[in-house]
């Protein structure tokens, strides 16, 4: 249908949107351009297109603007999937994620930017990022959703067990926490905090966690961590789920995906923190929860005890 394919695009652009807004805020963070605006929100030191227009103003100013035209995309991705969907509970869920956590992480932004201080730098911006993160997920799995909307469901995938269940969405949880780690690294001007050295931190493997080489190896023993445990999930799929094609591919994205992210992190640290290098790292973390959080919404809550499918319940109304 039309509407439908419509419907579909925009979903495609609020992802890209989205992407570039969490790419761009990561530039901004690793250019140390959080100020380029001043202490003035939403305008720019006061003007909405000020007269001095140095490098840090340009990447705060384009943030902002790219924030708020994917902000509202989001808005209207999110109205029309809800009027065209209104009994899918699935879409309207996130739809509202989409949503609520895109306001979120731009009320948070603009607080980092109006109140300075130690905590705003190192904590608030770190929880934007994070926000930015789910709203991210939650706009891509909405654009999945309605990609999936008037396909045949097969019963040939049994469900997925509640242990199995739990594991994803653990993965999940553990995957957001270590995204919050590195995201506490940036901010806290950690990414060299062990200079070159790798695997350790030069001759001490366990530094001070309240220095800065201490943040850099909490979040590189939290980046082991996550490798070993999405390598055991991939192993958990092939022995009890090979019938599961979703889970069989996301488990191989998954630990292809987390492999790739360890190189970057080692590149990033040899280049002595490039910004080329961190925003791949950024980029790869992204898509990682984001499929991640697709296995926990094909699994289903670990409290359920059945699968549940999303049925087609509401069809676009057709032009």
């Not at 909490?218 to 009890?240: D, E, M, T, V």
């Not at 360890?262 to 992204?286: D, E, F, M, W, Y």
């Amino acid at each position: 249908m039309k509407q439908l394919r419509i419907l579909r695009l925009l979903a495609v652009v609020t992802a890209v949107g989205a992407y570039v807004m969490l790419l761009m805020g990561a530039i901004v963070s690793k250019t140390e351009s959080g100020q380029g605006c001043g202490n003035s929100w939403p305008f720019c030191h006061g003007q909405l297109i000020p007269e001095s227009m140095p490098i840090a103003t340009v990447i705060e100013l384009s943030h902002r603007v790219v924030s708020g035209i994917d902000g509202f995309l989001i808005l209207l991705l999110t109205v029309w999937s809800w009027i065209a969907f209104k009994d899918n509970v699935r879409i309207k869920t996130l739809g509202f994620m989409s949503l609520f956590f895109v306001v979120l992480q731009g009320g948070l932004g603009a607080l980092t930017v109006v109140f300075e201080g130690d905590f705003t730098k190192k904590f608030a911006l770190a929880l934007h990022f994070g926000f930015s993160l789910i709203s991210f997920a939650s706009v891509v799995l909405l654009a999945v959703t309605l990609f999936e909307q008037q396909k045949a469901v097969g019963g040939e995938s049994r469900p997925v067990g509640k242990g199995m269940k739990i594991a994803t969405w653990g993965l999940a949880a553990w995957t957001y926490v270590i995204v919050y780690t590195g995201a506490l690294v940036r901010h806290s001007d950690a990414t060299m905090g062990c200079g070159f050295s790798f695997p350790g931190c030069g001759t001490t493997l366990f530094p001070d966690f309240t220095s800065i080489a201490g943040i850099h190896m909490l979040h590189r023993y939290g980046a082991y961590s996550l490798w070993l445990f999405s390598l055991l999930f991939l192993i958990a799929i092939l022995k009890a789920y090979r019938d599961r094609r979703d889970y069989v591919r996301g488990g191989w994205l998954a630990l292809g995906l987390i492999t790739l992210q360890a190189v970057t992190g080692i590149v990033t640290v040899k280049t002595g923190g490039q910004l080329v290098a961190a925003l791949v790292h950024t980029t790869i973390i992204s898509i990682y929860f984001s499929v991640i959080c697709y296995l926990c919404m094909q699994g289903g809550w670990p409290w359920k005890r059945k699968l549940e499918r999303t049925e087609i319940s509401s069809n676009p109304v057709t032009t």
